[in-house]
């Protein structure tokens, strides 16, 4: 079985600072995503990372697919209350289905 | 575009009642998933359909779930009959590929089991 563990779990920060949080596993993905949730609605595609080393932009959200294709992380330059959400990782490999991470749940205070 | 449609929002039952939860899928999006996301936790995959066919249903408690996509279209996932531990959000999901690409996500059902 696949897991995706994500850290940390809980994270509250001040507007303006930066923050990185991560997706780590023991299996290789052939690909990565990353969904943001906000209270009451589902989960929204961010990214989708496939190449191994890949670096994606998103304005002030970065995205980073590890070397060996078992990783990932993001990372937020100065952070606004409207980043607030959960943020969840996603691997699929090949044939198999698409894995969840338990989420890092992301507080940005004004 | 029409988004995944899902109802009702909001269920709140008695232990060993029964629930469905219903799901209408973006147009032309031949697969479509129910995930069970408990409080505090990711999605998890209850079932997988690829037009009316199931593709993955490791996950589903088979004694008391139960789902059907009869015309490869909307879909109704039933729970007969619930425990506590069932409460939680129900998301439905479609994606027009299979295993990859991006999932297009219901606001979900959220169920209380009392």
């Known amino acids: 079985t696949q897991l995706l563990e994500q850290s940390p779990q809980f994270l509250s920060i001040q507007e303006g600072e930066n923050l990185t949080v991560y997706c780590n596993s023991s299996?290789?993905?052939?690909?990565l995503q990353w969904y943001r949730q906000e209270p009451g609605e589902g989960p929204v595609l961010l990214v989708t990372v496939v190449t191994g080393g890949e670096v994606k932009k998103l304005k002030r959200l970065t995205f980073q697919f590890g070397d060996a294709r078992k990783d990932s992380s993001l990372h937020i330059t100065a952070a606004q209350p409207g980043d607030t959400g959960l943020y969840l990782c996603?691997?699929?490999?090949?044939?198999?289905?698409?894995?969840f991470g338990q989420g890092t749940r992301l507080t940005i205070n004004p | 575009e029409a988004g995944v449609a899902q109802s009702p929002r909001y269920k709140i039952i008695e232990k060993r009642q029964s629930v469905a939860f219903w799901c209408n899928p973006i147009?032309?999006?031949?697969?479509l998933y129910w995930y069970q996301q408990i409080l505090g936790q990711g999605p998890k995959l209850l079932i997988q359909f690829q037009n009316n066919g199931v593709v993955d249903d490791s996950q589903l408690p088979k004694d008391r779930f139960s789902a059907e996509r009869l015309k490869g279209v909307d879909s109704t996932l039933k729970i007969q009959p619930a425990k506590l531990e069932d409460s939680a959000v129900y998301l439905c999901?479609?994606?027009?590929?299979?295993?990859?690409?991006?999932?297009?996500f219901g606001e979900g059902s959220r169920l209380t089991v009392l």
């Open positions: 147009s032309g999006h031949a697969t």
């Open positions: 996603a691997g699929a490999s090949g044939a198999q289905k698409l894995v």
């Open positions: 299996s290789v993905f052939s690909s």
């Open positions: 999901a479609s994606s027009f590929y299979r295993n990859t690409g991006e999932l297009f």
